[in-house]
């Protein structure tokens, strides 16, 4: 079977970002098990055909607008664009945006560590031996480290985050319940980490 051919989408979002040059269109296209290098591996819960590369454009905390790629599901990959399309509207700042293989051994600590925000990874809940919504492409982590998982003793991932803990604090990027960004994820039907009980994940976006 021939693979799916590179959907493009025109950005009319950008003429609304004063001061940012000019986006691109978002593009989805197809990615293969070399395209994923070490985010995937056989034994993994979804195959490569069922995912999808989304380049987006995002606002920087350089207040410019940057290009990035999410891995995603097939069924959320055009929801994903008109996501991050309003993102930009919002004028949401985010620190990066990088594929997951872009980390040796796509290590999520050194993806959070590095404010980078992401979606697919293939691998479990830790502790739990389930697979996180991370490994079927159905999450996405917005600025990881000014936004971290707290679980209910206290420990909070990435280790580098104490600072963010402290949820009243007033940084570009951090989330909170009612936030713009917030509502932008659950109107249309995802759930946000934090809004659990326990642990809480501020990061966290999964649909």
């Not at 590179?6 to 609304?16: K, M, P, R």
């Not at 986006?23 to 985010?39: E, F, N, Q, R, Y």
């Not at 909070?156 to 402290?166: C, E, G, L, S």
């Amino acid at each position: 079977m021939k693979p799916p051919l590179a959907v493009t989408f025109s950005v009319a979002a950008a003429v609304l970002v004063s001061g940012s040059p000019t986006a691109h269109a978002d593009t989805i296209g197809p990615v293969t098990a070399a395209d994923l290098g070490a985010s995937w591996h056989p034994g993994c819960p979804i195959d490569p055909q069922q995912l999808r590369r989304v380049d987006v454009d995002y606002l920087g905390f350089d207040d410019q607008t940057h290009r990035g790629d999410l891995i995603v599901n097939q069924d959320l990959a055009e929801e994903t664009v008109a996501i991050f399309d309003q993102l930009l509207q919002l004028r949401y700042p985010i620190e990066k945006i990088r594929a997951l293989d872009n980390y040796p051994n796509a290590d999520d600590e050194l993806s959070m560590e590095d404010n980078n925000t992401s979606a697919f990874n293939c691998r479990d809940i830790p502790g739990t031996g389930r697979w996180s919504p991370h490994a079927f492409g159905r999450a996405i982590d917005l600025n990881p480290l000014l936004n971290p998982y707290v679980d209910r003793t206290g420990a909070f991932q990435p280790k580098t985050a104490a600072a963010y803990v402290d949820r009243n604090r007033t940084d570009p990027g951090l989330l909170r319940a009612g936030d713009p960004v917030v509502r932008l994820f659950t109107d249309r039907g995802w759930h946000w980490g934090g809004d659990w009980r326990t642990p809480k994940d501020y990061q966290h976006f999964e649909r």
